[in-house]
């Protein structure tokens, strides 16, 4: 739920925060999860709160409050688009744009762990930063700037043309990539025709998680770039665009690169789990990951699992929550990777935890991680009539079916 009492964002609910008029304007995707249509009269209805401090805002926010000021989404005209993005196998997406937003599904499972998978993206977001996921064909990124355009109220204004950078994407011979690891655990980085795709494999599973940046925001949100893809690895990509439109680079930003000590610190660490004469090596790894980097904490979880099928893996992993995550970036992550630990006691109950919890999101992925065991590792939790209750109502509520339903699913897993 969202509340604005003149001066501050409330945000309640599955999220909890709290955020001034300069940072909902200037903060991409400020709002998280909440419903588009919801997001989309808050927007309207700080613009005149907005205007009152315009003098005290950023470049950037003034943007967006004239956004919101002309954008009227009730003239969108509705569309979906369907198109293919190919690497090996060619795999399916629609994007459709209506009155809340733009809403891309991901038929084929390219980026998501089942198909038909639907990501939301709000109107100021895609004007001002570009897609979010893969639109390799550029008269449907044309033509949906003509659709939003079409519902200003008035042509002109700050806004009115600062929309994202029209790029002409590269074409490669062989796909640029870069790998950090070994043989048993990976991170990789693919520069792609049509945008950035990277995540993390390892021996034992393969694929662990995969995610993507598009050329836009590797150029409208940098910071975030170089931080999930490496500062080195994201200038060399920037360096392979052809085109980067009229968007400026700052020489020196305040991301540093992954370090490099750290890294090799991890390294000598995780080989020490193989060697007899150091009993203390997981014990080690353990104290020593707790203070680390969320990259290498993660890394050190997935060898403590790989190596030893440690709890303290998954309590390593649990701890990414904390991290600060405007955009569920670890959120995802770390439940991609708890659905392929149903052998963990303690990831079997952190899905119970969030059952009982009072976050919404984490409610819903622990639903997926529970149907994600049921057909893969548990056949008895495939029942339906188990997630009939199973509702973020009922849990509010506090039914006494839900409440069975919980300590049965519980007694399942234990």
Known sequence: MLHFDG????????????????????????????????????????????????????????LHVDFWKNFLPRHIESNIFLYTAKITNTYQW??????????????????????????????????FYGPLLPIPDPDIRKRIIVIIRNAFE?????????????????????MPH????????????????????????????????????????????????RRILNNEVWEDIVSR????????????????PHPSIEKEVLKNMVASLDDPAKPDAEHDLETWAAGATALNRMDAAQALWEKRQSE????????LFKEDDPEHYWRNVVFNILYKRYSSHTARQWMIQCLLGDREDYFQKSLDGLRFWGLFENTKLADPALFASLTWSDKQQGTEEFREVVEKMEKLLD
Not at 34 to 62: C, H, K, M, T
Not at 101 to 107: P, S, V
Request: proline share 6%.
């Open 7 to 62: 001066k501050l964002i409330r945000q309640t609910g599955a999220e909890h925060k709290t955020l001034s008029i300069p940072e909902l304007f200037e903060t991409y995707n400020a709002l998280g999860e909440e419903p588009l249509a919801a997001q989309n009269e808050l927007f309207r209805a700080v613009v005149s709160a907005a205007e009152g401090q315009y003098d005290d805002l950023s470049e950037a926010a003034r």
């Open 178 to 225: 870069w790998n950090f690891g070994d043989h048993v655990a990976s991170d990789f980085v693919n520069m792609r025709d049509f945008g950035v795709d990277f995540g993390s494999q390892n021996f034992h599973d393969g694929p662990v998680y995969t995610g993507f940046i598009s050329f836009e925001h590797c150029l409208t949100r940098p910071e975030f770039a």
């Open 241 to 256: 665009m052809p085109d980067r439109g009229n968007i400026p680079l700052a020489d020196n930003l305040s991301i540093p």
């Open 94 to 127: 629609a994007l459709e744009i209506n009155r809340e937003g733009l809403f891309y599904k991901d038929i084929s499972g390219m980026f998501s762990p089942t198909p038909d998978r639907v990501t939301a993206q709000g109107f100021s977001d895609f004007w």
């Open 154 to 174: 008035q042509a002109g204004g700050a806004a009115y043309h600062a929309h994202f950078p029209l790029l002409e994407y590269p074409a490669f011979a062989n």
């Open 312 to 319: 303290e893996s998954v309590t390593l992993l649990l701890s």
